[in-house]
């Protein structure tokens, strides 16, 4: 790599899961006293499926399936509900359930 190297992409990281990155510098064979160390979470894939159910004028059961492929992880799922108008999605509520 070149010493006026500021940026660089990582590639072949999988959806949903946590990747620890440890950035230092060196000159022949010495090392950076420290080097810099980050976590990155990379985004999960979303789920699939959807289906509402059981619609009553007050309620809807919601159902999906988890993300395709791996062992993608989520602790959370974030519901967002509106009405449809023309223009796009008009919210109305949102909420997090943890899994």
Same mark, same amino acid.
């Given at each position: 790599? %070149?010493?006026?190297?500021? =940026?660089?992409?990582?590639?072949?990281?999988?959806?949903?899961?946590?990747? %620890?990155?440890?950035?230092?510098?060196?000159?022949?064979?010495?090392?950076?006293?420290?080097?810099?160390?980050?976590?990155?979470?990379?985004?999960?894939?979303?789920?699939?499926?959807?289906?509402?159910?059981?619609?009553?004028?007050? =309620?809807?059961?919601?159902?999906?399936?988890?993300?395709? *492929? *791996?062992?993608?992880?989520?602790?959370?799922?974030?519901?967002?509900?509106?009405?449809?108008?023309?223009?796009?999605?008009?919210?109305?509520?949102?909420?997090?359930?943890? =899994?």
């Amino acid at each position: 790599m %070149s010493h006026k190297l500021t =940026s660089y992409t990582i590639l072949g990281l999988e959806p949903g899961e946590m990747y %620890s990155v440890e950035l230092g510098c060196k000159t022949g064979t010495v090392l950076t006293r420290g080097a810099v160390r980050d976590v990155v979470l990379t985004r999960p894939n979303p789920p699939a499926a959807l289906v509402a159910s059981e619609v009553a004028p007050a =309620s809807a059961l919601l159902q999906w399936l988890p993300p395709e *492929g *791996g062992t993608h992880k989520y602790e959370n799922v974030r519901f967002l509900w509106g009405i449809v108008l023309k223009g796009g999605l008009f919210p109305l509520g949102a909420c997090e359930a943890t =899994s």
